[in-house]
């Protein structure tokens, strides 16, 4: 069975804290996507990943930065969280580039909340 | 990516067949149509994605209008767990490696 796991399902931090987010897949995926979810907005695309060390900017990037060291492992980070990163915060892997029929798989979703 | 329209809600009874609709009028030829689901506090999770013909698979149906323009997920025997937000995405097999776009979904309610 695919499996896309985050660190942490609930997450507390203080305004100004950097904040590390992991996520690893164990399907040998080349893709790796970090997006958030909120209320009326629906899921945003923050960064992606097509390679090891490679990233591309999504819908809204400002605020974050992503690491990808490894195939398996793709981390989101807050440099200096803020109250308006408060968020679920959701990770996903894909197999094939777009051109083909891709599937995303997800994880449980991190619900970080800056106080 | 092409829009869809889907509803904002339905309500079906549990063990009932449901059928969520989904039109995306402006789709292109190389567009396939994708579904996916989001139960309660879990991430989304792909359903089933067409091309032209009618697919099943152990989750659901998908039938697809001749013209393209819209499309059906079909649950045939809705359980509560299948109470969850539904969402129609169409992805152009010809783009690149991107995110996907999630429009507002259908919020699917099931009645014991």
């Known amino acids: 069975d695919v499996k896309v796991t985050q660190s942490s399902r609930y997450l507390v931090k203080r305004t100004g804290e950097k904040v590390f987010l992991e996520c690893v897949q164990d399907m040998d995926h080349e893709n790796m996507f970090w997006y958030r979810q909120d209320p009326g907005l629906g899921l945003r695309l923050i960064y992606f990943s097509y390679d090891v060390k490679m990233k591309e900017k999504g819908d809204i990037p400002e605020g974050y930065s992503v690491s990808r060291e490894k195939k398996e492992r793709f981390s989101l980070i807050l440099e200096s969280a803020s109250t308006n990163q408060t968020s679920m915060y959701l990770c996903?892997?894909?197999?094939?580039?777009?051109?083909?029929?891709?599937?995303?798989?997800f994880g449980p979703g991190t619900r970080l909340t800056v106080l | 990516d092409a829009k869809t329209t889907q509803p904002n809600s339905m309500e079906s009874n549990e063990e009932e067949p449901v059928h969520l609709p989904c039109n995306h009028s402006t789709i292109s030829g190389t567009d396939y149509i994708h579904w996916y689901r989001q139960l309660p506090s879990q991430g989304p999770e792909y359903v089933i994605h067409g091309l032209t013909s009618n697919v099943n698979n152990r989750m659901a149906s998908l039938a697809i209008a001749e013209d393209r323009k819209s499309s059906t997920l079909i649950l045939h025997r809705a359980t509560l767990r299948d109470a969850a937000v539904y969402y129609c995405?169409?992805?152009?097999?010809?783009?690149?490696?991107?995110?996907?776009?999630f429009g507002k979904g259908t919020h699917l309610i099931i009645q014991p």
């Open positions: 995405i169409l992805r152009d097999v010809n783009g690149g490696a991107d995110g996907l776009t």
């Open positions: 996903a892997s894909s197999a094939l580039a777009r051109g083909s029929t891709d599937t995303q798989y």
